[in-house]
């Protein structure tokens, strides 16, 4: 295993860009994940800035994805399954105690 570790990315920035990519807007991912637009936007532009990659060129309308974003899409999508697969398998138990988010750091 690697020295590295991996900086902090969140599950939603993949699942906005999937939306995008699938829905071909912004607008309409944004609907279908219950945020605006500008959010979705920022979150896709987090990854991108997570990944040193960009996946979609600036301002295209439809968005245009470039051939890493192309080929990201799927990793993207093996990530999330992953990790719905891996909430899904594990049993349903009552948390003993109690964890508030600014208790958790991810991040390196």
Do not use: C
């Amino acid at each position: 295993m690697s020295d590295r570790r991996i900086s902090s990315v969140r599950l939603i920035w993949l699942e906005a860009y999937i939306a995008v990519y699938d829905l071909g807007s912004f607008t309409d991912a944004g609907k279908a994940l219950g945020v605006d637009q500008s959010t979705v936007t920022r979150y896709v532009r987090q990854l991108e800035h997570w990944l040193r990659k960009l996946l979609i060129l600036d301002g295209s309308l439809p968005p245009f994805f470039t051939d890493d974003g192309k080929d990201f899409v799927d990793t993207a999508r093996e990530i999330v399954r992953l990790m719905q697969d891996s909430r899904a398998r594990l049993p349903a138990r009552t948390p003993k105690r109690k964890i508030s988010a600014h208790h958790i750091v991810i991040n390196s």
